[in-house]
């Protein structure tokens, strides 16, 4: 029997935990610090690592508590530890985990890294420029003219992207990254990139060094607001299949973008494992550009993804850790959607312990068609450091309240994807706190393609 750490505390995390809890060889699943979704999944307990030892490196907690509890592997769901070494430092101690090195990492924690890879290695993308003086990058901004891209060059939970309509919003996002510090040292260096207009896509891979397997494509919503409008975000909800992902699509993407990607880092001596998230622009002629590199599973696309996926995780993970990796897994053919309930005030800020209200039961979610994945979620009394394989789903006695900006994912499987949608705004309009907002279009650049 396994036990499995979890590393992260989102809505990723919860449908990590809670799909590696149906593998029957997984006896706990701890999830570090999780929330209070995954608190009371099966198998699961939230824990909050602390280290005993006098080693001064930030991953210390994570190495000793995995030697302490007998953790046969690691998942690391979030970016920031990936980016900092926690698998390198893992694997130092002999400990199996999931996840790219701090080198491959380098992808997703600075912008400036993935433009210089992409070009040396002829990935398509975006014409860009990068820059550390505000009044050059002015001035680089008064040639190209607007609509233009300004992205924060390190990590900043997906809001440091600006799509910027003027040459005026442009001016005050340099000003926001390079002169107020907004985004703190991720935003001390910019890349401005050329505007690409199309379809966005989601393609994400489980690789292991030289095999690649593709999951199932799917589409996020950035901005905040219906219509695709107002401020970006970490994501305000997404769905699987992306129909713009053709096969023609799909193969274009699969030899100019991901194995160009694992052939350069084995090629640099550093082979690439675990997620790779390759966020897309789609032209009218089908040909894909990379808007981004992730290291990991996306956020919101997990939720649906893994509502499709019928293959165990746990047993995926063990192949690309053997160096296995099948190239196909089995997915459900049914869509799946999922619907971000944000607290008030987010992107820009979020509200912390107002009650929610109108969760549905844990595990009776109408047979496993719908399902509420917690991220931004804890509990009133005794926050999230709660073992659930006793913990009952009692609001009376333990109320869940808010604990970030993206609070729930509510999605669903259906025939379609505009059955999926409703049966995800049905279940999300009986949820309700302060300041509770959401998108009710999510998917409808499919739902546009399926009437047509």
């Not at 699509?249 to 694992?262: F, N, R």
């Not at 981004?292 to 939720?303: A, L, S, V």
Request: net charge negative.
């Amino acid at each position: 029997m396994m036990n499995i750490l979890v590393i992260g505390s989102g809505g990723r995390e919860h449908a990590l935990a809670w799909q590696c809890a149906k593998n029957d060889n997984v006896q706990r699943i701890y999830v570090a610090p999780g929330n209070a979704g995954s608190a009371l999944e099966p198998k699961c307990q939230n824990v909050v690592l602390k280290s005993t030892s006098s080693d001064a490196s930030e991953h210390s907690a994570v190495i000793e508590f995995c030697q302490n509890n007998a953790i046969d592997m690691v998942i690391v769901g979030p970016e920031a530890p990936l980016v900092t070494g926690i698998i390198d430092a893992c694997r130092d101690a002999g400990i199996k985990a999931w996840g790219p090195t701090t080198y491959c990492a380098q992808l997703e924690g600075s912008k400036t890294f993935a433009k210089e890879f992409m070009a040396q290695n002829n990935i398509p993308t975006a014409a860009y420029q990068g820059f550390t003086d505000a009044t050059a990058a002015k001035a680089y901004i008064d040639e190209q003219g607007a609509p233009i891209v300004i992205k924060a060059d390190g990590l900043a939970a997906g809001k440091g992207v600006i799509v910027a309509e003027t040459i005026e919003q442009a001016y005050d996002a340099i000003d926001d990254m390079l002169a107020d510090n907004k985004f703190g040292d991720a935003g001390s260096r910019v890349v401005i990139e050329q505007f690409l207009q199309g379809e966005e896509a989601s393609f994400i891979c489980m690789i292991d060094g030289d095999n690649i397997l593709p999951m199932a494509t799917s589409q996020d919503h950035k901005r905040a607001y219906e219509g695709d409008t107002g401020p970006n975000t970490g994501g305000m909800g997404a769905y699987s299949p992306a129909p713009v992902v053709t096969q023609d699509v799909h193969d274009k993407v699969m030899a100019q973008v991901i194995q160009p990607v694992v052939d350069a880092m084995k090629a640099a001596g550093h082979p690439y494992t675990g997620f790779l998230y390759a966020g897309l622009m789609i032209d009218k002629s089908g040909d894909p550009y990379v808007i981004e590199f992730n290291c990991r599973f996306g956020d919101p696309e997990t939720q649906p993804i893994l509502m499709r996926l019928q293959s165990s995780m746990v047993d995926l993970i063990t192949q690309g850790l053997a160096g296995q990796l099948p190239d196909a897994a089995e997915w459900d053919t049914r869509p799946a959607l999922g619907i971000v309930i944000a607290s008030k005030g987010y992107p820009e800020t979020s509200s912390k312990g107002d009650v929610i209200a109108g969760l549905p039961e844990l595990g009776v979610d109408n047979d496993d068609s719908v399902k509420v994945f917690h991220a931004g979620t804890a509990f009133s009394q005794d926050g999230t450091n709660i073992g659930s394989q006793d913990a009952s789903y009692d609001n009376n006695a333990k109320e869940v309240i808010t604990n970030g900006g993206r609070v729930l994912c509510v999605t669903a499987l259906a025939d379609s994807i505009l059955d999926a949608q409703q049966a995800a705004l049905a279940v999300t309009g009986a949820i309700s706190f302060d300041g509770a907002h959401y998108r009710r279009d999510i998917g409808h650049h499919a739902i546009t393609r399926e009437q047509s």
